[in-house]
T-cell receptor, first 118, second 109 residues
Framework: GAVVSQHPSWVICKSGTSVKIECRSLDFQATTMFWYRQFPKQSLMLMATSNEGSKATYEQGVEKDKFLINHASLTLSTLTVTSAHPEDSSFYIC??????????????FGPGTRLTVL | QKEVEQNSGPLSVPEGAIASLNCTYSDRVSQSFFWYRQYSGKSPELIMSIYSNGDKEDGRFTAQLNKASQYVSLLIRDSQPSDSATYLCAVKVGQNFVFGPGTRLSVLP
C-alpha cells in the first residue's frame, strides 16, 4: 500500500513552454500533497503544500504564478511549470500524506519527474 | 538554528560494519520522526518511522529516539554496499514534514 505515482518521469521541453506534472496516490486518499524540488547533490526543497479543494501554500521564494498547483481530488495533484526556463531544470518530487495501519500520518514519495529545459 | 540537522558526510564504513546516522531537531513538541533513504537520481523511500522514546528495530535497521535530547538516530547493522545512499531524517512539525540535509553513506566492499 501507500503508492504514489508521478507522470511523466522525464520531460525535455523548450524554453518558454509549460509543463504539467501529475501526482497520484494510487491506493489511499491524500488530503495533503507536497511538491519538492531537488537540484543535483542538494537536499530536498519544499516548494508548496497542497490541500484538496483549497489553494496551495507556497514556501518563501517560490513564485505561485510560475508554479501552478491544483489539487482537485483526494488522489490527484498537478504542478504546472509555466514558461519554463533552463534554470527550472530540476528533479521535481511530489509526496502524499496518508494514514498507515498504525494510524499515524506518514509521507510517501512519488518517483520524481526530471525536467530538462533547453 | 536549523530545524533538523544532520552531518552531511560522507560517512564511510566497511562492509559488514554498523553504520550510525544521527539527527537532531529543534522543535520540542515534535512527535513523529522518519528516516528516508535516497539513492542518487531517485526519490526518497521511507525506511523507518518512530514515535516514542527508545529503540525500534526492523530487520537490519534500528531507529533510536530520545525526545529529551531531541535526538534521533538510525543504525544499520551488517552494512552492505547496496546501503550506500543519502539518508534523510524528517521530523513532523505541526502538519509539515521538515527534512534534514541528509547524510551520504558509503559502504566500502
Amino acid at each position: 500500500g501507500a503508492v504514489v505515482s508521478q507522470h511523466p518521469s522525464w520531460v525535455i521541453c523548450k524554453s518558454g513552454t509549460s509543463v504539467k506534472i501529475e501526482c497520484r496516490s494510487l491506493d489511499f486518499q491524500a488530503t495533503t500533497m507536497f511538491w519538492y524540488r531537488q537540484f543535483p547533490k542538494q537536499s530536498l526543497m519544499l516548494m508548496a503544500t497542497s490541500n484538496e479543494g483549497s489553494k496551495a501554500t507556497y514556501e518563501q521564494g517560490v513564485e505561485k504564478d510560475k508554479f501552478l498547483i491544483n489539487h482537485a481530488s483526494l488522489t490527484l495533484s498537478t504542478l504546472t511549470v509555466t514558461s519554463a526556463h533552463p534554470e527550472d531544470s530540476s528533479f521535481y518530487i511530489c509526496s502524499a500524506k496518508g494514514s498507515t495501519s498504525t494510524g499515524y500520518n506518514e509521507q510517501f514519495f512519488g518517483p520524481g519527474t526530471r525536467l530538462t529545459v533547453l | 538554528q536549523k530545524e533538523v540537522e544532520q552531518n552531511s558526510g560522507p560517512l564511510s564504513v566497511p562492509e559488514g560494519a554498523i553504520a550510525s546516522l544521527n539527527c537532531t531537531y529543534s522543535d520540542r513538541v515534535s512527535q513523529s520522526f522518519f528516516w528516508y533513504r535516497q539513492y542518487s537520481g531517485k526519490s526518497p523511500e521511507l525506511i523507518m518511522s518512530i514515535y516514542s522514546n527508545g529503540d525500534k528495530e526492523d530487520g537490519r535497521f534500528t531507529a533510536q529516539l530520545n525526545k529529551a535530547s531531541q535526538y534521533v538516530s538510525l543504525l544499520i547493522r551488517d552494512s552492505q554496499p547496496s546501503d550506500s545512499a543519502t539518508y534523510l531524517c524528517a521530523v513532523k512539525v505541526g502538519q509539515n514534514f521538515v527534512f534534514g540535509p541528509g547524510t551520504r553513506l558509503s559502504v566500502l566492499p
